[in-house]
C-alpha cells in the first residue's frame, strides 16, 4: 500500500459511552479509490467508527484524518468534516413527509456540491417513484432515496452503514454493481459495513475487521487471502509449516489448521506428507478471525 493515497488514517482512536469502551486505541489506514468492507460480530464497533469518521461523534480519544484533513480529535472536542464526506447510517434519516424529489431539494440546499443528474439517475434505475412521501415507500426504496442523497453530494468518502439489509438479493447485487462503477467512475472511496459477507466477495478490495473495538485484521483483500492457508492433516499439535496460527480444530484423528505467512510471497506452504493445503474464501477468512476473536475474548474473561 506504500505510495497509494490514503482517504481514512486513524491514530489511536477511542470511543468511550458511560462504561462501555465501544472503540479501543484504533490505528489503521484505508487507500483512496477502493471499496473497502468494514466487518465484525454485533458490537464490535463498525457503526460508532463510521460515525467519527463522517464527523457526527466525537471520539473520547485519537485523531482521524479524512483525505489528509483531521476530522475528529480527542477528548471530546468538536468533529470538523474533512472533505467531502457521506454516511448513510443504519436508521436512514429521512423525513416521512417529504417525497423523494423534497429529499433530493433538501440535499441541494444543505450541501456545498450537489449532482442532480446524478441523484435523479439513481432514483430512476432503481425505479423509486419520486413523488410518494417516504413514509410510504418500502424499506429497500427508502434505502435508494438515501443512498442518491448520498451520492448527490458527490462525495469524496462514501460511509454505508449496512445499506443491504433492506434490499432483496437482486437490488443487492445491482447497489454493489452500480456503486462500484460509481467508485471507479469518480475515483470516491466506499467504506461499507455489512454482515452478509459472501456477498463482497470480487467486490471489495480492502478490508477492516473489528473485534470488541478494535481492528485485528486490515489490509487489501488479495494480499490477505495469499497469506493464510487452511491445513488439515493428521492429529497434530502444531502446522506442518512456519507462520502465525489463527485457528486450530482437532478431532480424535484429524488437525485443521488456519496459518497466516508472514510474506504473502512464501504462502505456498511446504507440505507434510498427508497434508492438504487448501486456500481460503474471503469469507471463510472473515468468519474464523471472527469466531479466533470470540474465543480470545471469552478465554480471557474466564481467565479474568
Ligand atoms: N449511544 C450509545 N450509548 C451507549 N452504548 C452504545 C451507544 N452506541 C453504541 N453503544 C455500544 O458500543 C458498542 C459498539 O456499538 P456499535 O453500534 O458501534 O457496534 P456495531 O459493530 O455497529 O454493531 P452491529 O453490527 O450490531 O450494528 C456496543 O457495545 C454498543 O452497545
Not at 212 to 224: F, I, K, S, W
Not at 267 to 288: H, I, K, R
Request: proline content about 6%.
Amino acid at each position: 500500500m506504500s505510495g497509494e493515497p490514503i482517504a481514512v488514517e486513524a491514530d489511536g482512536v477511542s470511543k468511550r459511552y458511560g462504561e462501555v469502551w465501544a472503540l479501543r486505541e484504533c490505528a489503521f489506514t484505508v487507500p483512496a479509490h477502493r471499496v473497502v468492507a468494514l466487518v465484525g460480530a454485533n458490537g464490535a464497533g463498525k457503526s460508532t467508527l463510521m460515525s467519527i469518521i463522517s464527523g457526527m461523534l466525537p471520539a473520547t480519544g485519537g485523531t482521524v484524518r479524512v483525505n489528509g484533513r483531521t476530522v475528529a480529535r480527542g477528548r471530546g472536542e468538536a468533529a470538523h468534516a474533512g472533505g467531502r464526506v457521506a454516511i448513510l447510517a443504519q436508521d436512514k434519516p429521512l423525513y416521512r413527509d417529504f417525497s423523494a424529489a423534497d429529499m433530493l431539494r433538501f440535499g441541494r440546499s444543505t450541501n456545498r456540491v450537489w449532482d442532480q443528474r446524478r441523484a435523479t439517475s439513481w432514483l430512476a434505475r432503481f425505479d423509486v417513484p419520486q413523488d410518494r412521501r417516504c413514509g410510504r415507500l418500502s424499506g429497500g426504496q427508502r434505502t435508494q432515496v438515501a443512498l442518491a442523497v448520498a451520492l448527490g453530494s458527490r462525495p469524496e468518502l462514501l460511509l454505508l452503514d449496512e445499506p443491504l439489509s433492506h434490499l432483496d438479493p437482486v437490488a443487492r447485487t445491482e447497489v454493489i454493481g452500480e456503486l462500484m462503477g460509481e467508485a471507479a467512475d469518480t475515483g470516491m472511496t466506499v467504506m461499507l459495513s455489512t454482515h452478509i459477507v459472501a456477498e463482497l466477495a470480487g467486490v471489495s478490495d480492502h478490508l477492516l475487521l473489528l473485534a470488541a473495538g478494535r481492528p485485528v485484521l486490515a489490509g487489501d483483500v488479495e494480499e490477505l487471502l495469499a497469506g493464510h492457508t487452511r491445513l488439515s492433516g493428521p492429529r497434530a499439535d502444531l502446522p506442518p509449516s512456519p507462520g502465525a496460527i489463527v485457528s486450530a480444530q482437532h478431532t480424535a484423528r484429524q488437525s485443521t489448521f488456519v496459518v497466516r505467512t508472514p510474506d504473502a510471497a512464501a504462502a505456498t506452504p511446504v507440505v507434510a506428507p498427508g497434508w492438504n493445503a487448501q486456500p481460503l474464501s474471503l469469507e471463510d477468512l472473515v468468519v474464523t478471525y471472527l469466531k479466533s476473536s470470540a474465543a480470545t475474548r471469552t478465554s480471557t474473561e474466564a481467565a479474568a
